[in-house]
């Protein structure tokens, strides 16, 4: 039997993939960010994993590049109004958890003491 994925999945994948929710996160603070200074911040991330989550994410209409006509050439990415709107949610679902990161480490120790 064949999978057959909806693309609200995809697009649900994208957003919320582990470089993909913290790229979101560093580009809501509305500064255009160069890419050296994405790869500092998400210092974890492999520049080829950096490239493909920035790539799919300007695919999807989130991420938009600017390549700046400077030589060296320069490339900046800022969120598109759809990229603020879906990050808007991200900070509010991190900031949640924030909050609640006590409750949840109590509810984990109930648990496995059980």
């Known amino acids: ?10 697009i649900m994948e994208h957003v919320t993939s582990r470089w993909g929710v913290l ?3 560093a580009l809501s603070d509305g500064e255009a960010w160069r890419f050296s ?17 920035l790539r799919t994410l300007e695919r999807d209409g989130f991420v938009h590049r600017e ?5 060296p ?3 900046e990415y800022t969120l598109t109004p759809l990229g603020k709107g879906a990050a808007s949610h991200l900070v509010a679902l991190a900031e ?7 409750e949840v480490a109590d509810a984990q120790l109930t648990y496995d003491a059980s």
Do not use: D, G, N
């Open 67 to 71: 390549v700046l006509p400077v030589i």
């Open 96 to 102: 949640w958890i924030a909050a609640h990161q006590v």
């Open 73 to 75: 050439p320069h490339v």
């Open 1 to 10: 039997m064949q999978v057959v994925m909806c693309p609200e999945r995809a």
């Open 37 to 53: 200074a994405l790869k500092r911040e998400l210092a974890l991330a492999s520049e080829k994993m950096l490239t493909q989550t």
């Open 23 to 25: 790229v979101l996160q």
